[in-house]
């Protein structure tokens, strides 16, 4: 009787850690939360979408935030940066982004991010959460300011010079149309 006492509690672990492994959470954050709607910001930037692209993910990496979704081929943004509160109070905060950056019909790309504010309340039994859209328009501004302005070189590289600007060539002359120098050649000796 021992013996099937033994094979039935490892069949019942068996079967316990299969179905661990068909409830187990999701592989990829939900993408839905993608959807373009009135919640996000936009901003239209004269660079070529991978360059708004990698701007827009180097300002949130700055900023502190822990990506979870960086998806060139989708224009997918999204992270979250941590809790603001101590680690023994009973309310936390914290800020979650979501961003889709897009081509525009003139080549161009455009920014949309909404931006969440979340905030847990409670102890590990009973907690719950929530979240907030955030729709200060400074913010969004300051945000959009840092994507244009950002240094994709990095700060080690050498700050570059520029170079003293000349007036470029047609500023030089009048419209008349080219007139070649007259040539002048020696006189003859005599």
Known sequence: MSQRCIASFAVSVAFLSLAGC?????????RS???LDG???????GYAIEETFDRTVKVFK??????????????QISGERGNTGASTSSTDKGLKFY????PTSTG????GVKIV??????????????????SDPQMYQYMFRRIADIDMLGANA???????QKAPAWDNYSAQPYQPPAKTYPEPAR
């Open 22 to 30: 068909t409830t187990g959470g999701a592989i990829q954050p939900d």
């Open 33 to 35: 939360v993608f959807s």
């Open 39 to 45: 919640n996000y910001q936009r901003c239209q930037y």
């Open 62 to 75: 700055e900023s502190g935030y822990h990506l979870d979704v960086v998806d060139r081929a989708t224009g």
């Open 99 to 102: 961003a889709l950056v897009l």
């Open 108 to 111: 161009q790309s455009q920014v």
């Open 117 to 134: 504010q979340i905030i847990e309340r409670g102890s590990v039994f009973n907690k719950s959460r929530t979240e907030l859209i955030v």
């Open 158 to 164: 050498p700050a570059a010079t520029p170079a003293p």
